[in-house]
């Protein structure tokens, strides 16, 4: 029985999912875009200024997805503060 409600909780979250991107489709498709360019933005800057290395991961990519590139410009500067 235990095995059973992970399940049923990742079939929600896709169900949760799918209804958002039919629902929001023209908004999810601007976060996920603005996270694509955040991603290149991190990892282009990762290889210039390496001392400043920010991880590319779910955090780093929300922030990108949902501030776009003000919100990278967030994360270097509370790297540089930290």
């Not at 955090?59 to 003000?70: E, M």
Request: hydrophobic share 55%.
């Amino acid at each position: 029985m235990d095995g059973i409600h992970p399940f049923i909780a990742l079939c929600m979250g896709i169900c949760l999912i799918v209804l958002c991107f039919i629902l929001f489709e023209e908004k999810c498709i601007k976060v996920v875009a603005q996270a694509i360019v955040g991603c290149l933005v991190i990892y282009c800057i990762n290889q210039i200024v390496p001392q400043y290395a920010i991880g590319i991961n779910a955090v780093s990519i929300a922030c990108g997805g949902l501030l776009g590139v003000p919100g990278v410009t967030l994360l270097y500067i509370l790297n540089s503060l930290v």
